[in-house]
């Protein structure tokens, strides 16, 4: 099983308070973050193929030593994750986990989604309505039915998590979603938009599965950086 990483953006909501660095290599009890998620997707036996564009030798910097394979997004400040992804399409085949590389996920949240059964599963909070980065409105039985930045409070079921399963019984068809969407210039959209078309159309449903109170946190903000040390410490 490989797992993809999305390294190849800006972050310009934190940039100004970090310079010119990658968020995804700042320091958690001493090792970029992103060293700490390939690290775990390693020992766990996942290939981790990680796609990068701003700062790149930051980034493989921050991965000295890990096998890791590397693809580049040459225009990554002026596309979004999907074409970043586009890059590496060579590598989409089989089960593949999928995370941006700006997410902290605790080891339980990791197992949850590498367990799950369904064909595509998207990790989500359902403690998280009210404020965050990005919404679903799903089902009774978790299925998404809306998705945005913008969902309306009243619709909102859960947050997105950053992190997705796609196995490889379903990863012909999401491929082909790709190249299609890519086809059609649609360079702006995130990874996750893939996904999001097949929701859209009523193709195929696209599932979901609860944190259940785990501990995670995407690095938007400063304050969300801050969030990760707090449960690190914590937990040391």
Same mark, same amino acid.
Do not use: H
């Given at each position: 099983?490989?797992?993809?990483?999305?390294?190849?953006?800006?972050?310009?909501?934190?940039?100004?308070?970090?310079?010119?660095?990658?968020?995804?290599?700042?320091?958690?009890?001493?090792?970029?973050?992103?060293?700490?998620?390939?690290?775990?997707?390693?020992?766990?036996?996942?290939?981790?193929?990680?796609?990068?564009?701003?700062?790149?030798? /930051?980034?493989?910097?921050? *991965?000295?030593?890990?096998?890791? =394979?590397?693809? !580049?997004?040459?225009?990554?400040? #002026?596309?979004? &994750?999907?074409?970043?992804?586009?890059?590496?399409?060579?590598?989409?085949?089989?089960?593949?986990?999928?995370?941006?590389?700006?997410?902290?996920?605790?080891?339980?949240?990791?197992?949850?989604?590498?367990?799950?059964?369904?064909?595509?599963?998207?990790?989500?909070?359902?403690?998280?309505?009210?404020?965050?980065?990005?919404?679903?409105?799903?089902?009774?039985?978790?299925?998404?039915? /809306?998705?945005?930045?913008? *969902?309306?409070?009243?619709?909102? =079921?859960?947050? !997105?998590?950053?992190?997705?399963? #796609?196995?490889? &019984?379903?990863?012909?068809?999401?491929?082909?979603?790709?190249?299609?969407?890519?086809?059609?210039?649609?360079?702006?959209?995130?990874?996750?938009?893939?996904?999001?078309?097949?929701?859209?159309?009523?193709?195929?449903?696209?599932?979901?599965?609860?944190?259940?109170?785990?501990?995670?946190?995407?690095?938007?903000?400063?304050?969300?950086?801050?969030?990760?040390?707090?449960?690190?410490? /914590?937990?040391?």
């Amino acid at each position: 099983m490989k797992a993809v990483i999305m390294a190849a953006g800006t972050g310009n909501r934190i940039s100004r308070m970090i310079q010119e660095i990658p968020k995804s290599t700042l320091p958690i009890d001493g090792k970029p973050l992103i060293r700490i998620m390939v690290e775990s997707l390693i020992k766990r036996g996942l290939d981790p193929v990680v796609i990068v564009g701003y700062k790149r030798e /930051k980034i493989i910097e921050a *991965l000295e030593g890990l096998n890791v =394979t590397y693809y !580049y997004n040459p225009f990554y400040a #002026v596309t979004n &994750s999907i074409a970043t992804l586009w890059f590496a399409r060579e590598e989409l085949a089989g089960d593949i986990l999928f995370m941006n590389a700006d997410v902290f996920v605790s080891e339980e949240i990791l197992t949850g989604i590498l367990e799950a059964e369904r064909d595509v599963v998207m990790s989500i909070d359902v403690t998280r309505r009210k404020t965050g980065d990005y919404f679903f409105s799903t089902t009774d039985d978790g299925i998404i039915k /809306k998705y945005g930045k913008d *969902l309306p409070i009243d619709q909102r =079921t859960c947050e !997105y998590v950053g992190i997705a399963k #796609v196995r490889e &019984s379903f990863m012909g068809r999401f491929k082909e979603r790709l190249e299609e969407m890519i086809d059609q210039g649609s360079y702006m959209c995130w990874w996750e938009n893939v996904l999001y078309s097949f929701t859209d159309s009523g193709e195929y449903p696209i599932n979901t599965i609860d944190v259940k109170n785990l501990f995670w946190s995407e690095i938007d903000y400063f304050d969300d950086y801050e969030r990760i040390l707090k449960y690190i410490s /914590k937990e040391r």
